[in-house]
């Protein structure tokens, strides 16, 4: 099993071309899956039956896991046997016809548009940190960016007079997210007076940088969006919360479903059909015609 989780890792890695943080989450997931197998004495993807890997669902249930978590290490599980199977590590697939655990659907929590905008104007200030904070909020919601792709966001992808941004999301793949209005004005201010002080000699070409002229973290993303939303009474705001308020918004304005796919980078459409409890009137494909801070 050892030798099969470490191959299986490496077609991610390689040939997915998965990032590096899904690589090491599908590497936990695994380790775990494993342990489970040693210690009911299967050593091989042949030793392992579909009542055994039933056994490691029921026993992530008992340790007490999320049903959400349950499903996404069961969904690993899977295609570590399907891999097996395709690369003749293993004559089946125990796992082929193992469905997945049901979840209670939940929807995405959101931000009205009032509260959005209390949001972004709790940072004030004129200085080069101010300056960046404001612009991380407004591009994360703006945008719909996801926190890793706003920390890898680079300048050469950065095209504001054509009103777009080159995003890499998921397993490296490029997409192309309309920036507009407050976002785009609040991203070239910063840039063009807050980052020239941030930056330092040898500084990345990263467009959000920290004090010390380095790239700016994750973890400075989250405390920054915490501290916001602290300060307009919504404790434990999350960054992914902006990404389901710029979802549902551009639902509520009119925008189709699929282009909402197409900016959020959501490979199923399915994934994107979560925000479609939302009321809408009619379909319009516009982004400015949208977005509530577009048309500002």
Not at 106 to 134: F, K, W
């Amino acid at each position: 099993m050892d030798e099969a989780l470490k191959e299986y890792l490496s077609y991610l890695r390689i040939e997915r071309g998965s990032s590096p943080r899904t690589v090491e989450a599908y590497g936990r997931d695994l380790r775990d899956y494993a342990a489970f197998l040693a210690d009911a004495g299967a050593a091989a993807p042949d030793d392992v039956d579909r009542a055994l890997i039933a056994a490691y669902e029921a026993s992530l249930i008992e340790r007490g896991y999320a049903p959400s978590s349950v499903k996404r290490r069961v969904s690993v599980v899977k295609g570590l046997h399907r891999f097996c199977l395709r690369e003749g590590l293993a004559a089946g697939n125990p796992a082929d016809a193992l469905p997945l655990p049901k979840v209670p659907e939940r929807l995405p929590d959101v931000l009205s548009i009032d509260q959005v905008e209390d949001l972004i104007d709790t940072v004030a200030g004129d200085d080069a940190r101010a300056l960046r904070d404001r612009a991380l909020l407004e591009v994360l919601y703006g945008c719909g960016l996801r926190v890793g792709e706003l920390v890898g966001l680079d300048g050469d992808a950065v095209f504001l007079d054509d009103g777009f941004l080159r995003v890499t999301g998921k397993g490296s793949k490029e997409r192309i997210a309309p920036i507009a209005g407050a976002a785009s004005r609040a991203l070239a201010r910063y840039l063009g007076e807050g980052r020239p002080a941030l930056a330092r000699p040898g500084s990345p070409g990263a467009v959000f940088l920290n004090a010390r002229g380095g790239r700016l973290s994750r973890q400075t993303v989250h405390k920054v969006v915490a501290r916001a939303g602290q300060a307009i009474g919504v404790g434990g705001l999350h960054p992914h919360t902006l990404r389901h308020s710029f979802a549902t918004h551009l639902l509520e304005g009119g925008a189709d479903l699929r282009v909402i796919q197409e900016i959020l980078g959501h490979s199923d459409i399915s994934t994107t059909q979560v925000y479609t409890h939302i009321d809408r009137t009619h379909l319009q494909a516009e982004y400015h015609a949208a977005h509530p801070r577009a048309r500002r």
